[in-house]
């Protein structure tokens, strides 16, 4: 019981996916920053945010529905962070997880931004309504060929749906490579890197290696963002539905074919 | 100096009002954003709506059509917030002090914590008003 609670406040939970989290974030706006030839926040940045984000007056929506207002965020924290405890735990060996883990984390991967959706709603603004039908959208069209692509990589690892075995399985055979946004940035990444690049291992000098895989997921990430910053949600959705769908088709045509 | 003091002071994030200017200051202000002057060094963002901001950056005479909107978006600003009252027409009325339209200076309105005068401010000097002004508090 306390090591649960451990594992789900500090360890790859709360404390630690919070710090970790805001480096991303900073690291993603220094990214942005020297791609457009400037300079950059300082490290202590997402830090300073959070405490001034604190000081700051909650304003209460006359309209809306308060109470779900200040009840979304909650659980959209409570989702990110359960869905790093679920990965990190077994991504570094510690624990190995329960059949079905993959299952139960694609569940928990919606649910920060479903709570985005709900809590825009909440607000009683128009405009909130706007960006929530937006962020709608994007859940349907990046969801499917998402899916799909994990269904290649559990027909890959012989139909088991354990993220361990998953991995277990990469380190006999090799990694899955080849056949191929803060908080959530960074759990998605090591998510990939779990799936992807045969795990993360925390002995010694295999913390640094692991840590530049997600890094490199990170780097990836932020630079497609950067080179693509006018794409609208009508393009996003016809580049997901259309050609992400047919290339995660393609990788779980070849996955049943044994390529 | 205190721990939040100084990480309200690291992480303004600004919101753009025009109370009816041409248009001038605020190429000014977009100025600060571009690589050259780069406010992010500093923490300082722009933001889309005056529920995220901590800096209200004003340009412009306050004209009779935009002074109710003024009060009202002043009104919905989470507490506390830094009005700055940017260019010589916000801070003074400037050449159009006797026109017929004209309902400002803005420190006639709202309370005004910093004043940047300049035809429009060059970046410089919003920048080093700005410095000078959190050194201060």
């Known amino acids: 019981m306390i090591k649960d609670l451990f594992y789900f406040l500090i360890f790859p939970g709360l404390v630690f996916s919070g710090i970790i989290g805001g480096f991303f974030s900073w690291f993603d706006r220094k990214i942005t920053a020297r791609v457009q030839f400037r300079q950059g926040p300082p490290l202590l940045q997402p830090l300073y945010d959070f405490v001034k ?10 309209n809306g529905s308060p109470t779900t207002f200040i ?3 909650v659980f959209a924290l409570f ?24 299952i139960v984390i694609i569940y928990l991967l919606n649910i920060p931004s479903l709570m985005y959706i709900i809590g825009a709603m909440a607000s009683g603004n128009p405009l909130a309504s706007v960006g929530a039908s937006r962020e709608m959208k994007l859940i349907l069209s990046y969801e499917v060929p998402f899916l799909l692509v994990l269904l290649s990589i559990v027909i890959k690892s012989g139909m088991s749906i354990k993220l361990t ?11 899955f490579i080849g056949s191929v946004s803060g908080i959530i940035g960074f759990i998605v990444s090591s998510f990939l890197a779990a799936i992807f690049f045969s795990g993360l291992n925390v002995e010694g000098i295999h913390i640094l290696w692991s840590f530049l895989k997600v890094l490199v997921v990170v780097l990836l990430i932020t630079l497609i963002r950067n080179t693509n910053p006018r794409v609208r949600i009508k393009q996003a959705m016809r580049f997901f539905w259309i050609w992400m769908n047919l290339l995660a088709i393609a990788s779980v045509v070849l996955a049943i074919l044994g390529l | 100096m205190g721990f939040k003091e100084k990480c309200f002071k690291k992480s303004l994030w600004l919101f753009h009002f025009s109370a009816g200017s041409c248009n001038n200051c605020d190429i000014e202000i977009l100025d600060c954003l571009t690589p050259r002057f780069d406010v992010e060094r500093f923490g300082m963002k722009l933001v889309g ?13 306050v004209t009779k059509k935009t002074k109710p909107r003024l009060l009202e978006v002043y009104k919905q600003a989470p ?5 700055v009252a940017i260019g010589a027409c916000a801070c003074t009325g ?13 420190d006639n309105v709202i309370p005004v914590d910093l004043y940047i005068p300049g035809c429009p401010p060059k970046p410089e000097a919003m920048l080093a008003g700005i410095i000078k002004f959190l050194n201060k508090k």
Do not use: C, W
């Open chain 2, 79 to 83: 507490k506390p917030i830094v009005v």
């Open chain 1, 79 to 102: 989702g990110a962070v359960m869905v790093s405890v679920f990965i990190l735990l077994p991504a570094m060996g510690i624990e190995t997880g329960f059949n079905g883990d993959l």
């Open chain 1, 71 to 73: 009840l979304a965020p």
């Open chain 2, 49 to 61: 709506s005056i529920r995220h901001a901590d800096v209200m950056l004003v340009t412009g005479i």
């Open chain 1, 165 to 175: 075995e998953i991995i277990a399985v990469q380190s006999q055979k090799g990694a």
């Open chain 2, 94 to 106: 400037g050449i159009f002090a006797s026109g017929y339209n004209f309902a400002g200076p803005l």
């Open chain 1, 53 to 62: 984000l604190l000081l700051k007056e909650t304003i209460l929506p006359k």
